[in-house]
């Protein structure tokens, strides 16, 4: 391969195949993404019917729209938040059944 050419025009074979490779490359970026989309929009669903379940399960107030709000914009919050709230119920429960089995 000669150095000049690297600076030559291009001809209309080179040009085709960059643009056959990059629309494959394209394709893949756009599928790859969408599933990405996919897969985060389902989590973000399930992650919302989870907390719907731990207030109506602990009868906490809240809605589903408050729900939404929260996991949108801090789904670590949101994960972190329910952690709490059940581990913190069950010890309640778990205490509460202990003192009730001492003064059997």
């Known amino acids: 391969m000669d150095i000049l050419g690297l600076f030559r025009e291009p001809t209309m074979e080179s040009v085709n195949k960059i643009n056959d490779n990059g629309s494959n490359a394209v394709a893949f ?8 989309l996919f897969l985060s929009a389902g ?9 719907r379940d731990v207030r109506s399960l602990y009868r906490i107030k809240g809605s589903t729209g408050r729900d939404c709000l929260v996991v949108f914009c801090c789904h670590d919050c ?5 952690y709490q709230e059940v ?14 089995m001492d003064r059997d």
């Open 29 to 36: 970026i756009l599928v790859f993404i969408f599933i990405l």
């Open 87 to 100: 581990r913190l119920r069950n010890e309640d429960e778990a205490s509460s059944n202990s003192s009730d």
């Open 43 to 51: 989590h973000f669903v399930l992650v919302v019917l989870m907390r």
């Open 78 to 82: 949101a994960t972190c938040q329910m």
